[in-house]
């Protein structure tokens, strides 16, 4: 069965650079979320989209933006980044918003960025 | 607001029962999970309650919840060594957005 897909897997920026995450729901789940896992840390829920409209929104740093697009997949964009933006970054994605316990949500793999 | 806690460490032998334990604040989740992590991996659903069951097995997986003091257990039958992982519990936000908010997690180490 197709999975969430997150690109790239690893990511290496240098303080101050911009990044860039991508994320491919799985086929016909119109909800995407993006959570932040710094080392050691729980995963911390970042914002959510819903028909390409943002549902949620929790502690994401003004240098961020993100959005969904037509065909469902979603980025997180991230600007002048700083050594404690490095953490995993999961994207999970969902039929509805109805949450885990129904309507398949699925987390992807995540992308490991290190910034240096 | 909403805040959910774990203890941070438990080791077991293979083939005892594990308990994990977890602390929740809001009282309006209607549901519950575990996810479990392996190293350098995602986030995988173990299982959930709905907040008016006391308790749900699951194969080797039984969850309790005592609504009353906001504490979730998880307990694992017959621990192995490929259960060793990063366990959390998380709950549903207010606000039906689907929106989780994790434990800090338990890492269980099974040995052999």
């Known amino acids: 069965a197709a999975g969430v897909i997150q690109s790239p897997r690893h990511l290496i920026k240098e303080k101050r650079e911009t990044a860039t995450l991508k994320c491919y729901p799985i086929p016909r789940h119109d909800t995407v979320y993006w959570y932040q896992q710094g080392p050691g840390q729980d995963p911390q829920f970042l914002i959510s989209f819903y028909e390409k409209m943002q549902s949620d929104k929790g502690s994401i740093p003004d240098r961020f933006s993100a959005q969904q697009f037509s065909d469902y997949h979603s980025e997180l964009n991230m600007s002048s980044l700083e050594l404690g933006d490095s953490a995993l970054y999961f994207c999970a994605s969902s039929l509805g918003t109805g949450g885990p316990r129904n309507y398949g949500y699925t987390f992807g793999s995540g992308t490991r960025l290190t910034v240096v | ?112």
Request: hydrophobic letters at 30%; a negative charge; proline letters at 2%.
């Open chain 2, 1 to 112: 607001g909403e805040d959910v806690e774990q203890s941070l460490f438990l080791s077991v032998r293979e083939g005892d029962s594990s308990v994990i334990n977890c602390t929740y604040t809001d009282s309006s989740s209607t549901y519950l999970y575990w996810y479990k992590q392996e190293p350098g991996a995602g986030l995988q659903l173990l299982t959930y309650i709905f907040s008016n069951m006391d308790m749900k097995q699951d194969q080797r997986l039984t969850v309790l919840l005592n609504k009353k003091d906001k504490h979730l257990s998880l307990r694992i039958a017959d621990t192995q060594t490929g259960d060793s992982a990063i366990y959390f519990c998380a709950e549903s936000s207010s606000g039906n957005t689907g929106k989780l908010i994790f434990g800090q997690g338990t890492t269980l180490q099974v040995k052999p």
